[in-house]
């Protein structure tokens, strides 16, 4: 079973940039499609996807992070990145790692870490 713990979060001013880190461990990090998801304040039942990369190493992107955000993989060393730039205060939320391998169905969430764009 796959287990993954997100880094990187803080507080940064509109129009700055972070990157998140997602480090998996556990079974072969390789096989698992990786996604972003955020849940805004308030929000407590909506978990968005914004990004998502899969094992072979295709993203997709939500249309309000598409152009400002990029997913990327490295296996090596079984982390994915969220590379966030041009921050809005709407991004603030705890941004969460889930990693989904599509033939057990074994499935994981980070902790999650928490963003805020403010000024």
């Known amino acids: 079973q796959v287990h993954v713990m997100e880094s990187g979060g803080g507080l940064v001013q509109p129009g700055g940039s972070l990157r998140l880190s997602c480090e998996a461990s556990?079974?072969?990090?390789?096989?698992?499609?990786m996604g972003w998801y955020r849940q805004a304040p308030g929000k407590q039942r909506e978990r968005e996807l914004i990004?998502?990369?899969?094992?072979?190493?295709?993203?997709n992107y939500a249309d309000s992070v598409k152009g400002r955000f990029t997913i990327s993989r490295d296996n090596a060393k079984s982390t994915v990145y969220l590379q966030m730039n041009s921050l809005k205060p709407e991004d603030t939320a705890v941004y969460y790692c889930?990693?989904?391998?599509?033939?057990?169905?074994?499935?994981?969430w980070g902790q999650g870490t928490q963003v805020t764009v403010s000024s």
């Open positions: 990004a998502s990369i899969t094992k072979s190493g295709s993203a």
């Open positions: 556990g079974r072969l990090f390789s096989m698992y499609g």
């Open positions: 889930n990693a989904l391998e599509i033939g057990t169905m074994d499935q994981a």
